[in-house]
C-alpha cells in the first residue's frame, strides 16, 4: 500500500520528534489506521521529503520519528497563477490544480466583474496543502489574500512577466512568447475582463496577450489550460 504523505509546519530534521496536530492524529490512526512503528511520509514544504515513524498514537495527538531524507525539496518555476474567485467548487479546483501543476504561488485577485467578494483564505490553503500531499509534491504553494486586480497591477514588479488570458483573442492564435523566468498567469472571471482592464493590461509591457484556443473556456478550465501551455513552453515539464 502506498504510503501516507502528510505535510507539517515544523522543519523536518532526521532523528528529531515531530508532534501531530489533533487533525493529523485523527487522520493518521482514525482513518488511515496506522499505529505505533507504521511509516509516513513527512515534508514541510522547505527541505524535502522525510520518511517517519509513528512514535505514539492518540486519539488526540501523536508523535512521529523523522528517519531519512526520502527526497529534496523540489521548488516549482517561479510562476504565479492569478485568478478571480468563482463559485466555491470552481475555485477549490483550481487552487488544487494550481498546486499539483507547479504554481509557485496562487493569487486570488478581484476584477470589475467578479461576484465573489471574499475568499476563505486558510480554506484554500488547505486546499493546496492536500494537493501537494496527493501528488508527491515537497512544495505547498502559498495561497495570498484576495487582491484587488487594479492594485496588484498597479505594484506590479518590473521583471514579472504576465500572460495574460484574453478570450477576446478567442482562436486568434496567438502563441505564448517569451523566455523562462518570473511569470504570472492571469485568468479572468466568468464576466472575463472589463474594457478599462483589458486597455490596461495590454498597456503593460511585461503582459503578453495570449488565446486559450478556439473556443470560450470556463475559468477553472481556462486556469489548468493555461498551467499545461506555459509549463510546457517555460516551466518544468
Ligand atoms: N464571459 C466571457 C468569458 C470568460 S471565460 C466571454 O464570454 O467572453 C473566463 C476566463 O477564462 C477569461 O477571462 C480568460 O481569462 C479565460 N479564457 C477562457 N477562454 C479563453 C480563450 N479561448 N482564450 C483566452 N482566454 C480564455
Excluded at 523523522?66 to 529534496?72: D, L, N, Y
Excluded at 501543476?101 to 493546496?128: K, W, Y
Excluded at 478550465?221 to 515539464?237: E, P, R
Aim: net charge negative; hydrophobic share 45%.
Amino acid at each position: 500500500m502506498a504510503k501516507v504523505r502528510l505535510y507539517v509546519e515544523q522543519s523536518l530534521r532526521q532523528g528529531e520528534g515531530v508532534s501531530l496536530t489533533r487533525e493529523q492524529a485523527h487522520y493518521l490512526f482514525g482513518v488511515m489506521r496506522l499505529g505505533v512503528g507504521d511509516e509516513v511520509l513527512l515534508f514541510d514544504g522547505r527541505s524535502g521529503e522525510f520518511r517517519a515513524e509513528v512514535g505514539e498514537a492518540g486519539k488526540r495527538g501523536g508523535t512521529l520519528l523523522c528517519a531519512e531524507q526520502t527526497r529534496p525539496l523540489q521548488t516549482p518555476p517561479d510562476l504565479w497563477l492569478m485568478f478571480a474567485p468563482i463559485k466555491k467548487a470552481r475555485t477549490d479546483f483550481i487552487v488544487e490544480k494550481a498546486a499539483e501543476m507547479g504554481a509557485a504561488r496562487i493569487c486570488p485577485v478581484q476584477t470589475e466583474f467578479t461576484n465573489s467578494e471574499r475568499i476563505r483564505r486558510d480554506r484554500l490553503q488547505a486546499h493546496a496543502v492536500e494537493a501537494a500531499e496527493q501528488c508527491g509534491g515537497t512544495f505547498v504553494p502559498e495561497v495570498a489574500e484576495l487582491a484587488r486586480l487594479d492594485r496588484v497591477l498597479a505594484d506590479w514588479p518590473e521583471e514579472r512577466r504576465l500572460m495574460f488570458c484574453d478570450e477576446t483573442l478567442v482562436g486568434a492564435g496567438e502563441a505564448l512568447a517569451g523566455a523562462p523566468g518570473p511569470w504570472a498567469i492571469l485568468i479572468g472571471p466568468e464576466g472575463g475582463f472589463s474594457e478599462s482592464e483589458r486597455v490596461r493590461l495590454r498597456a503593460m509591457p511585461q503582459a503578453v496577450a495570449v488565446s486559450l484556443g478556439p473556443r470560450i473556456l470556463r475559468a477553472d478550465t481556462a486556469a489548468v489550460a493555461a498551467m499545461t501551455l506555459w509549463q510546457s513552453h517555460l516551466g518544468d515539464w
